[in-house]
């Protein structure tokens, strides 16, 4: 059974960065960050292959970075210039063989 770990999340103002981490119980293929706000589907955020290819969601392209330390088994996302509307339950997702996901950490940003 493979765990996800995640922290970093919290309360911050508009234009404030937060960096999330999560970090896997094993080695994993592709990682990566899904958010969801309340009556919304899950929706990507961003994702990292293990060879270090990135993918981002439009509305967080030019202000979040996805992130891998593959010995560490760990993915960050370093979120900057956050806005309210970034608002959401953060949630990493991993794939070895089937997919996992971690328990979600709650971001909030304030304007």
């Known amino acids: 059974q493979v765990r996800l770990v995640e922290s970093g999340g919290g309360l911050v103002q508009a234009g404030g960065s937060l960096r999330l981490s999560c970090t896997a119980s094993r080695s994993m293929g592709t990682m990566g960050w899904y958010r969801q706000t309340p009556g919304k589907v899950r929706e990507l955020v961003a994702t990292v292959t293990n060879g270090g290819v990135t993918n981002y969601a439009d509305s967080v392209r030019a202000r979040f970075t996805i992130s891998r330390d593959n010995a560490k088994n760990t993915v960050y996302l370093q979120m900057n210039s956050l806005k309210p509307e970034d608002t959401a339950v953060y949630y990493c997702?991993?794939?070895?063989?089937?997919?996992?996901w971690g328990q979600g950490t709650q971001i909030t940003v304030s304007s």
């Open positions: 997702k991993a794939r070895w063989i089937i997919e996992y």
